[in-house]
Protein backbone atom coordinates (compact mmCIF):
# COMPACT_ATOMS: atom_id res chain seq x y z
CA UNK A 1 0.00 0.00 0.00
CA UNK A 2 0.99 3.51 -0.65
CA UNK A 3 -0.34 6.68 0.00
CA UNK A 4 1.29 9.77 -2.09
CA UNK A 5 0.07 13.40 -1.25
CA UNK A 6 1.17 16.54 -2.77
CA UNK A 7 -0.33 19.86 -2.86
CA UNK A 8 1.56 21.53 -0.04
CA UNK A 9 3.42 24.58 -0.64
CA UNK A 10 3.69 27.82 0.25
CA UNK A 11 0.60 30.05 0.79
CA UNK A 12 -0.47 33.61 1.69
CA UNK A 13 -3.41 33.89 4.26
CA UNK A 14 -6.79 33.72 3.29
CA UNK A 15 -5.53 31.34 0.17
CA UNK A 16 -7.16 27.49 -1.00
CA UNK A 17 -4.76 25.32 -1.95
CA UNK A 18 -6.59 21.44 -2.55
CA UNK A 19 -4.00 18.20 -1.31
CA UNK A 20 -4.20 15.21 -3.09
CA UNK A 21 -3.74 11.85 -1.81
CA UNK A 22 -3.03 8.88 -4.41
CA UNK A 23 -3.92 5.39 -3.31
CA UNK A 24 -2.33 2.26 -4.52
CA UNK A 25 -2.69 -1.35 -3.36
CA UNK A 26 -5.78 0.36 -1.44
CA UNK A 27 -9.22 1.04 -2.58
CA UNK A 28 -10.54 4.33 -1.22
CA UNK A 29 -13.91 3.66 -1.81
CA UNK A 30 -13.87 1.08 0.94
CA UNK A 31 -11.82 2.14 3.59
CA UNK A 32 -11.69 4.44 6.48
CA UNK A 33 -9.48 7.76 5.02
CA UNK A 34 -8.40 10.23 7.12
CA UNK A 35 -6.48 13.84 6.67
CA UNK A 36 -4.09 14.30 10.15
CA UNK A 37 -1.65 17.40 10.41
CA UNK A 38 1.60 18.30 12.80
CA UNK A 39 2.14 21.91 13.09
CA UNK A 40 5.75 22.77 14.85
CA UNK A 41 6.05 21.94 18.25
CA UNK A 42 2.62 20.77 18.36
CA UNK A 43 0.85 17.40 18.68
CA UNK A 44 -0.30 15.54 15.82
CA UNK A 45 -4.02 15.99 15.61
CA UNK A 46 -6.94 14.42 13.18
CA UNK A 47 -8.59 17.21 10.91
CA UNK A 48 -10.69 15.12 8.59
CA UNK A 49 -12.07 11.73 7.95
CA UNK A 50 -14.09 9.96 5.31
CA UNK A 51 -16.19 6.58 5.68
CA UNK A 52 -16.48 4.19 2.87
CA UNK A 53 -20.12 5.44 2.27
CA UNK A 54 -19.13 9.13 1.74
CA UNK A 55 -19.67 10.58 5.26
CA UNK A 56 -17.07 13.12 7.08
CA UNK A 57 -16.39 14.50 10.25
CA UNK A 58 -14.04 17.32 10.93
CA UNK A 59 -12.05 19.32 13.75
CA UNK A 60 -13.61 22.16 14.62
CA UNK A 61 -10.21 23.93 13.88
CA UNK A 62 -11.16 23.27 10.28
CA UNK A 63 -14.76 22.89 9.95
CA UNK A 64 -16.72 24.74 7.34
CA UNK A 65 -13.07 25.88 5.61
CA UNK A 66 -11.79 22.24 4.88
CA UNK A 67 -13.22 19.76 2.55
CA UNK A 68 -12.37 16.14 2.27
CA UNK A 69 -13.33 14.01 -0.80
CA UNK A 70 -12.14 11.54 -2.56
CA UNK A 71 -12.68 10.04 -6.89
CA UNK A 72 -12.60 6.62 -6.28
CA UNK A 73 -11.97 5.84 -10.27
CA UNK A 74 -8.69 8.01 -9.69
CA UNK A 75 -7.99 6.20 -5.90
CA UNK A 76 -7.41 9.44 -4.76
CA UNK A 77 -8.29 11.41 -1.65
CA UNK A 78 -8.60 15.36 -1.48
CA UNK A 79 -8.49 18.21 0.63
CA UNK A 80 -9.72 21.29 -0.42
CA UNK A 81 -8.42 23.86 2.32
CA UNK A 82 -10.35 27.45 2.14
CA UNK A 83 -9.68 30.72 3.97
CA UNK A 84 -6.47 29.54 4.94
CA UNK A 85 -4.74 30.95 8.45
CA UNK A 86 -0.98 30.59 9.47
CA UNK A 87 -2.45 28.33 12.32
CA UNK A 88 -2.96 26.15 9.15
CA UNK A 89 0.80 25.82 8.99
CA UNK A 90 1.76 22.14 9.30
CA UNK A 91 2.95 18.85 7.73
CA UNK A 92 -0.67 16.97 6.17
CA UNK A 93 -0.69 13.29 5.86
CA UNK A 94 -3.11 11.05 4.24
CA UNK A 95 -4.34 7.87 6.27
CA UNK A 96 -6.47 4.86 5.51
CA UNK A 97 -7.70 2.30 7.65
CA UNK A 98 -8.16 -1.33 7.05
CA UNK A 99 -12.22 -0.88 8.12
CA UNK A 100 -14.93 0.66 5.72
CA UNK A 101 -15.86 2.91 8.48
CA UNK A 102 -13.31 4.50 11.05
CA UNK A 103 -14.03 2.66 14.44
CA UNK A 104 -13.14 4.73 16.69
CA UNK A 105 -14.40 8.06 18.04
CA UNK A 106 -13.70 11.51 17.10
CA UNK A 107 -11.25 11.64 14.47
CA UNK A 108 -8.67 8.82 15.64
CA UNK A 109 -4.73 9.55 15.47
CA UNK A 110 -2.20 8.41 13.24
CA UNK A 111 -1.93 5.33 14.80
CA UNK A 112 -5.35 4.00 14.39
CA UNK A 113 -5.27 4.42 10.75
CA UNK A 114 -3.44 1.27 9.24
CA UNK A 115 -1.30 3.36 6.37
CA UNK A 116 -0.05 6.37 6.17
CA UNK A 117 1.93 8.28 3.53
CA UNK A 118 5.28 10.64 3.68
CA UNK A 119 3.31 14.10 4.62
CA UNK A 120 3.17 17.27 2.77
CA UNK A 121 4.01 20.83 4.29
CA UNK A 122 1.93 23.49 4.02
CA UNK A 123 2.97 26.99 5.27
CA UNK A 124 0.95 30.14 5.59
CA UNK A 125 2.36 33.13 5.49
CA UNK A 126 0.30 36.28 7.16
Known amino acids: VQLVASGGGSVQAGGSPSLSCAAS????????MGWLRQAPGKEREGGAN???????SYADSVKGRFTISKENAKETLYLQMNSLEPEDTAMYYC?????????????????????WGQGTQVTVSS
Open 50 to 56: MESDGST
Open 25 to 32: GLPVSSRC
Open 95 to 115: AAALYRHCPWNGLGTLADFDY
